[in-house]
């Protein structure tokens, strides 16, 4: 189980970085987190939301949680804009694909449970726009 928690702190503790690091020309942004931990278990709940000068819209919010039952985690992302919401590399001239003018949105939603009876996982996800690929 502290494996597990230490996983999870980890995780919760990454993302801030990595969203801020990404935030950093953002023109309108908001978070917020929250974390305890307690003798039965922990929780924390991170909510990161951006505009960015080019009009692109951001949201990501995770929750975890960790108890003597077992763990669980939670993930809505949205996006919308100009630019791909994914692995594409927007700034250079190695994306043969991206021609500036791409919109689009997506949307994931995943959840994750283990405990003493077994483990479960579930994602959504779903995308629309003029991406071509």
């Known amino acids: 189980m502290r494996s597990i928690t230490r996983m999870v702190v980890g995780s919760l503790i990454a993302i801030p970085l990595t969203v801020g690091a990404a935030g950093m020309a953002l023109a309108d942004d ?16 991170r909510v990161v939301s951006a505009v ?20 669980s985690s939670n993930t809505v992302a949205a996006y919308a804009g100009d630019e791909h919401p994914h692995h594409h590399n927007n700034y250079n001239d190695d994306d043969e694909d991206y ?28 995308s ?6």
């Open 30 to 45: 908001y978070s917020a987190s929250s974390a305890t931990a307690g003798p039965n278990g922990t929780y924390a709940d």
């Open 52 to 71: 960015d000068d080019e009009g692109n819209a951001f949201y990501l919010r995770q929750q975890v949680a960790t108890g003597p039952g077992g763990a």
């Open 99 to 126: 021609d500036g003018n791409d919109q689009g949105a997506a949307f994931l939603w995943s959840s994750n449970a283990a405990g003493p009876n077994g483990a479960s996982s579930s994602e959504i996800a779903s």
């Open 128 to 133: 629309a726009g003029d991406w071509d690929n």
